[in-house]
């Protein structure tokens, strides 16, 4: 009977160890919490801002509603779902490239900025699917993987090192302490998805996926800790910019 209405429902069991399953379970709730929080709040600024937490809110939207699916398909299929993981990122990664634009637009900062930084990031997460879908075998997934780690790197050094960073620094203020803050996500945040690569890949590098954690596991702590982390980095910089000028 127990079996008969699993096969009919759309609800599947959960075993109490499936740790992929509850982390998309969470983030799917994560998610949605988070994008009611960024929407709800967003009037609550002036323009520049508002439109600031709007992408946050968007960002964390594309996110839950992929949540949904891939926790649907973890279920029933009992894969990882590796194409609408990269779907989402897809969308969702050049909005935070947009967020650095966003920013710094107070200080002068150019389209070509966000077009560089989105164009990185997309060649960083077309090469990581490369590795992590189609060239799964031999050197493949660590010879795409170090692609994908260049355009990281490149990411890494324009906001740290060059003209946002120079931009940053002319705005001052909240500007530049959310700019800083948003660097350190990258930096270390960020990080967290090449270990989750090096898990879920063939390669020298997979004893990451014996330390315990799986790829799935590790992607999914990494969403919820850059999507939602990143939204609050901006709102709070609306919260003190908003201080400024009072
Ligand atoms: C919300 C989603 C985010 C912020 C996703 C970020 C993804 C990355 C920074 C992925 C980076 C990768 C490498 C640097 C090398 C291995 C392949 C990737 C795509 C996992």
Redesign the pocket.
């Known amino acids: 009977m127990v079996n008969f209405l699993n096969s009919i429902s759309l609800v599947s069991k959960m075993a109490t160890d499936d740790y992929v399953g509850f982390t998309f379970f969470v983030g799917c709730m994560a998610m949605m919490a988070a994008s009611a929080f960024f929407f709800f709040t967003m009037n609550d600024f002036d323009r520049k801002w508002k439109t600031s937490i709007l992408i946050s809110g968007i ?1 964390t939207f594309i ?1 839950a509603v992929h949540y949904f699916y891939m926790r649907d398909y973890w279920a029933v299929v009992g894969e990882s779902p590796t194409f609408f993981r990269y779907v ?2 897809t969308l ?2 050049p909005l ?1 490239c947009v967020e650095f634009y966003l920013i710094l637009k107070v200080a002068g900062a150019k389209p070509s900025l966000m077009w560089k930084l989105i164009l990185a990031s997309v060649i ?2 077309v090469t ?1 699917y490369a ?2 879908a189609i060239y799964t075998t031999g050197s493949g997934p660590a010879v795409w ?1 170090l692609f ?2 260049l355009a ?1 790197f490149y990411i890494v050094y324009e906001i740290w090192f060059g003209g946002a960073k120079k931009l940053a620094e002319a705005a001052g203020g909240a500007v530049l302490k959310a700019h800083k803050t948003l660097c350190w996500f990258v930096l270390v945040g ?1 990080a967290i ?2 270990l ?2 090096m898990a879920g890949t063939p390669g020298w590098y997979d004893a990451v996926g014996t330390w315990g954690l799986n790829m799935d596991v590790i992607y999914n702590i ?2 919820a800790i ?2 939602i982390g990143f939204g609050l980095v901006v709102y709070a910089a609306a919260v003190a910019s908003r201080a400024e000028k009072a």
């Open positions: 960002i996110a989402d990122w969702t990664v935070m960083m997460l990581g590795g992590e993987g994908s780690g990281y960020w998805y090449p989750g690569y990494g969403d850059n999507k």
